[in-house]
């Protein structure tokens, strides 16, 4: 259930049904203030709405005065246990600091920082870890790890009540992908606050992203989530925000630049895709404007899937096409498909329409029916699975669920077959 409380992060607004926010953390010593410095600006040019920075010591406290006024986005101040830092980074003026209420010394130091927070107008992120938990729940921690996740959280949220604060995010986190998702979908029915997602050390880039893809991107699909962190184990944090990124663009949450649709080659592949794909993946990382870019290995299926794509390439005897939008734009040699699919991907980004050449179109549909007739019988993956979704049509067709005998429609203001 998608949280109905609203805080806002530095303007950046975080629940209530504002768009999920994509956030990372620094992993530069914070009080390294270049380094910082250049993590965050290279964090928000990939497309961070937020990012955290560790705030472990009183010198780390000295750089985020400094960083707060120089980011071109907010920033969260990450203290965990210690109440004086919390209270330092709400001074230094940090847009949210995030604090375990479970560890940092009791109700009276959770008063304290949340009587801080409110006095100068800044959230916090209240957290909950399975590494974590607080004592009383070790024994429901081992018979019921998601219950123990679930308790601890709501817990510290009676706790915020309890002391009139109510300007938080919350987050339970596993290094569990199932503990995770179970997790917060009972949080999200027991509380209405805003949620922050991730999965702890959940590895490298590669499993990491799976993982994270995984547990979040199911969440989200069911409405849960306000906020993401793909945790990874690279020094790169801007790869963190293109991974939260693509997790939102899959699940079309979000838009941000194109999105890029490839064929998983196979016997026919006509030319070196894998080059191609990346060289192109690179390439449209320059451009903003939410266009789909296909790339079909041969045109042997003709255009097929890819036919709603605002651009695509296909290749076949040395040659290649242009296609945009189900039609042919125009015929090139193969080794210019990639430079001249930008040329017509740079006119479409400064006329925002895309130029069809009549005459260029037509030789390349010519071309494109050619290749088609001439592997009319070939039984590719795409062709398989047409006619495999006709079989299933046909059959459901001919054996409806729900037929005139079991549910007549006689006499109601609507017929089944109209
Ligand atoms: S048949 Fe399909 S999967 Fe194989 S190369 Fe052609 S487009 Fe790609």
Known sequence: MASKRQIDVGGVLIGGGAPVAVQTMTKTETANLPETMAQVKR??????????????????????KIVVKQSPIPIIADIHFNHTLALKAL????????????NIGGPDKVREVTRKATEVGTPLRIGVNSGSL?????????????????????????????????????SIKSTNVPNTIAANRLLSERIDFPLHLGITEAGTKWTGSIKSAVGLGTLLADDIGDTIRISL??????????????????????????????????????????????EIEQ???????????????????????????????TGAKNEGLIFSRGKALRKVPQDQLVDQLFVEIDRYATAKEIAVDASASAEGAEWLAKIEAENA???????????????????????????????????RRFSRNA
Not at 239 to 262: F, N, S
Not at 294 to 303: E, K, Q, R, S, T
């Open 43 to 64: 964090v928000a040019e990939a497309g961070a709405d937020i990012v955290r920075l560790a705030v472990p010591r009183d010198e780390d406290v000295e750089a985020l």
């Open 91 to 102: 001074d230094a003026g940090a847009h949210c600091v995030r604090i375990n209420p479970g």
């Open 134 to 170: 607080p004592k009383h729940l070790a024994e429901l921690e081992k018979n019921d790890p998601v219950e123990a996740l679930v308790t601890a959280a709501v817990e510290f949220v009676d706790l915020m009540e309890a002391v009139d604060f109510d300007n938080f995010k919350v």
């Open 233 to 278: 184990s690279t020094f790169h944090a801007e790869e963190e925000v293109k991974v939260g990124w693509e997790i939102l663009k899959a699940l079309k949450l979000r838009e941000k630049g194109p999105v890029l649709i490839a064929c998983p080659t196979c016997g026919r592949l006509q030319f070196d895709m894998d080059s191609v794909v990346a």
């Open 283 to 313: 390439r449209l990382e320059a451009y903003e404007d939410p266009i789909e870019v296909a790339v079909l290995g041969c045109a042997v299926n003709g255009i097929g899937e890819a036919s709603h794509a605002d651009f695509g390439i």
């Open 377 to 411: 019988h070939d039984l590719t993956p795409e062709r398989l699975a047409a006619m495999e979704a006709e079989q299933a049509a046909a059959e459901s067709a001919a054996s409806p669920l729900v037929d005139e005998e079991s549910s007549p429609t006689a006499g």
